[in-house]
């Protein structure tokens, strides 16, 4: 049994609530159990000046977790651990759409996190779809953007080793005590956007990699059930 009374295999609680702030294009707050992490999604026609004149459009993110989302207090200023996270959900969001339909807008998907129990990451990922994805379809029902522009939703979750027992979806005080931690992102397809993979304690098997991938894929597979209850996409 673990902390929270969860089976090996089981997410936390996912709760998204949509049209959370009132003036983004697109916005969710997403709860994975404690974790709750508010997404928002800007719209801009202009793309950055190395973009400009190819027709495509951009898709970026911005992370960052407030003071007292954590038991101590975290400083406002930039880490590069931040930058790191923002990276790969940008990177995640854009293999949701084709750029190229998009046309040369920017869209920005803000992840502010406002309580941190583990899983900040992949919980702005699963956020940050729906958001933008809310973003989008305003663009496709004014008819400036085509329905094309969608490829496949894309979500996220973290699976780890702890005490040598596989865990889904980890939460804080498991993830500390992780000797392998992964985020594993995936869309509609069952395909693989990107993976983060770091044995913090004893190095893994090919198989338990395997295995880990396999848990993950169920769980993706729920998480974009509700993301498309939800979008609709």
């Known amino acids: 049994m673990r902390i929270d009374g969860r089976a090996p295999n089981e997410l936390r609680p996912v709760e998204l609530t949509v049209g959370y702030q009132e003036f983004a294009e697109g916005s969710c707050l997403i709860s994975m159990g404690k974790t709750r992490v508010l997404c928002a999604a800007t719209v801009q026609d202009v793309v950055p000046q190395w973009m400009r004149g190819k027709g495509e459009g951009w898709v970026t993110a911005e992370y960052a977790m407030l003071p007292r989302s954590t038991k101590e207090r975290t400083a406002r200023t930039p880490s590069g651990r931040a930058t790191e996270i923002q990276r790969l959900i940008g990177r995640s969001l854009r293999a949701s759409i084709d750029l ?13 996190v406002l309580q941190a129990d583990g899983g900040t990451r992949t919980a ?6 729906v958001a933008l994805a809310l973003a989008v379809d305003k663009l496709i029902e004014k008819k400036v953007v085509r329905r094309e522009v969608w490829k496949a939703p894309v979500a996220a979750v973290s699976v780890g080793l702890v005490a040598g027992e596989m865990l889904l979806d980890l939460c804080y005080q498991e993830d500390v005590r992780a000797e392998v931690d992964s985020a594993i992102v995936m869309n509609a397809r069952g395909r693989l956007v990107d993976i983060e993979a770091t044995a913090e304690g004893e190095a893994f098997t090919r198989d338990q990699w395997n295995q880990m991938l396999d848990m993950a894929s169920e769980a993706i597979r729920s998480l974009i059930q509700m993301q498309r209850q939800i979008a609709g996409r």
Request: hydrophobic share 35%.
């Open 124 to 129: 702005a990922i699963t956020g940050g779809y």
């Open 100 to 112: 190229r339909v998009l046309g040369e807008r920017l869209i920005t998907v803000d992840c502010d």
